[in-house]
């Protein structure tokens, strides 16, 4: 079978990201950019269906702007066959990169679609619910376990509670939580490889897709910051701070 | 203007989660609706009956909504909002809960409007405020969609009382199975520790715990506490316990009432996964650990002294 992998070029998860002075947004200028955490995962088992027999090929598509092709490089060398980058200059809503998913979900005609559960940057976690929305698929969100058999998906999912196991008919969309897997990190001469690999430039006009917003973020601020604490001597004087100061024992 | 609240239960009891999102909703203004979608969940609408401000609670009880699979449940809410027509809904709310966020982009999609993630604070009907990047900012957020879909972050509104309403309760007839999804079973955690996400209390470990064995120590505070157990990605990544343990950008956030973090430096990526709790507690025997930075509450000690004896007077 076919999978499509959605992956996302954000902020690595280790810088501090400050706000603009203007309170225009957060300042992306000269910072460290890496492939979200959750679509790595996404990657990965995407690559581990493909050793298990099951996948036959992995395309793996990004939307964003040119420099995405690094982290669409990336998984290539992680194991996807080739990429598809929808190009688009400005920050798009996750209905808007759902929009344009499902044009290339059209167009491709993957058996599986993995994303990963939510971006770092936006925090959104809608574009798998949305695409699934969009193409009429089932959908597997927060995905610990992917087990395909047949013309259908067992996917394990973690909830509020504990795990809950859902059967999807494929295709179907599965977006991935932490404990999924473990990433594998990419070989030298399989990034070497990985240049050699097909990549397709597309746009959101080629596709045939609006990428109209409803929302509008009028500013970006800092949170608040916390007023300074207090060090305290002894187990005991903690103890009595949070039951008499604090009130939270 | 009317609301739109989907109510958050197990088929039994309606989780608290609820009461917070219908206090989003009272902050917005206009009657509030309950959706109580499920299969034998009459004591749940009951329940969002009492809600405190709830005008009318609906409910759609049938088999293809016993496990609230959103193939089945967002067409339900997407018809609601289309089928009222004229006095339509302005708005649809539901509990940023691991149901509300499977459900609610689904809905969206399918009125082909953009849904605001996480809120925790209305600014006035149109605009709300949302955590991005795992709380390191805050956006302000306008939608000009005729139907507004939003998710609340819990911890964001106060519950309303969970007494003193008296809504009239209206059965929807309606059945929505799209047939390309089903449920096969569940595994709650057995253990009486509650759920990371939703617990009042957190205790974490990092690295400092040194292995995996002596998370034991972490447990023992945390049962006696009524806690949950985390820890962060050097105690998951070194191999001391799972990574659904872990609290972190890349992992849960959460923002508990009190967080005890044990044997944790305190790098940016774990602060913030925590850093919006109420009272933070740090426990290092490294007094120039980055933590003590956002403790409220710091101890410098080693926490293997510290956390029997703190285990021991709680």
């Known amino acids: 079978m076919k999978i499509l992998v959605a992956v996302k070029r954000v902020v690595d998860y280790n810088v501090k990201i400050r706000v603009k002075a203007d309170s225009s947004g957060v300042d992306l200028a000269n910072v460290k950019m890496a492939m979200n955490p959750f679509c790595e995962i996404a990657v990965e088992e995407a690559v581990r269906l493909k050793e298990n027999g099951i996948a036959t090929e992995i395309v793996v598509v990004s939307v964003g702007p040119s420099t995405a092709q690094e982290q669409l490089r990336t998984a290539l060398a992680l194991g996807a066959d080739r990429a598809i980058l929808v190009e688009s200059a400005e920050d798009l809503t996750s209905l808007a990169v759902a929009k344009l998913l499902k044009a290339v979900v059209d167009k491709e005609q993957p058996q599986l679609v993995i994303l990963g559960k939510q971006a770092i940057d936006s925090d959104n976690n809608q574009t798998g619910q949305m695409l699934a929305a969009l193409s009429g698929y089932g959908q597997g969100t927060f995905a610990s376990k992917v087990e395909i058999s047949g013309d259908s998906v067992a996917v394990t999912r973690e909830i509020d509670g504990g795990a809950q196991t859902v059967s999807l008919k494929l295709p179907a969309i599965v977006t991935t939580d932490l404990r999924l897997n473990e990433p594998r990190y990419a070989s030298l001469p399989n990034i070497m490889k990985a240049k050699k690999k097909p990549l397709e430039v597309l746009t959101a006009d080629a596709l045939g897709v609006s990428t109209a917003s409803t929302n509008t973020t009028l500013k970006v601020e800092a949170p608040a910051a916390r007023s300074a604490g207090i060090k305290v001597k002894s187990v005991a004087e903690l103890v009595e701070k949070l039951k008499n100061e604090a009130k939270v024992l | ?314």
Do not use: C, W
């Open chain 2, 1 to 314: 203007m009317t609301i739109l609240v989907i109510a958050e239960h197990d088929n039994k009891v309606l989780a608290p989660a609820t009461l917070n999102t219908v206090a989003a909703a009272a902050k917005i203004g206009g009657d509030i609706h309950v959706l109580v979608a499920g299969q034998g969940a009459g004591a749940v609408a009951e329940a969002a009956a009492k809600i405190a401000g709830v005008a009318k609670v609906l409910v759609a009880d049938n088999a293809a909504y016993a496990h609230q699979l959103p193939e089945n449940v967002a067409p339900l809410v997407a018809a609601l909002v289309q089928e009222v027509g004229g006095k339509g809904y302005s708005h649809i709310l539901a509990a940023a809960t691991s149901n509300g966020k499977n459900i609610l982009p689904r809905v969206a999609a399918a009125l082909d409007v953009d849904q605001i993630s996480e809120i925790i604070s209305v600014e006035s009907a149109d605009t709300f405020k949302r955590p991005i990047y795992a709380g390191n900012a805050i956006a302000t957020v306008q939608s000009n969609a005729a139907v507004k879909v939003i998710t609340v972050r819990a911890t964001g509104f106060d519950p309303v009382a969970a007494e003193g309403g008296s809504a009239a309760v209206e059965a929807v007839a309606a059945a929505h199975d799209a047939g390309i999804s089903s449920f096969v079973g569940e595994e709650l955690a057995k253990s009486d520790r509650p759920e990371l996400t939703a617990a009042r209390i957190v205790v974490s470990g990092g690295r400092g715990m040194q292995n995996g064995d002596n998370f034991k120590h972490l447990y023992a505070l945390a049962d006696k506490l009524g806690a949950a157990v985390g820890a962060s990605r050097a105690a998951v990544d070194a191999g001391f316990v799972p990574n659904d343990m872990q609290v972190g950008q890349t992992g849960k956030i959460v923002a508990p009432q009190l967080y005890i973090a044990v044997g944790i430096s305190g790098a940016i990526q774990h602060l913030a996964g925590m850093k919006d709790s109420k009272v933070i507690v740090a426990i290092n025997k490294d007094e120039e650990a980055p933590i003590f930075q956002v403790a409220d509450y710091g101890l410098v000690v080693d926490l293997f002294e510290a956390i029997p004896e703190f285990t021991s007077v709680v």
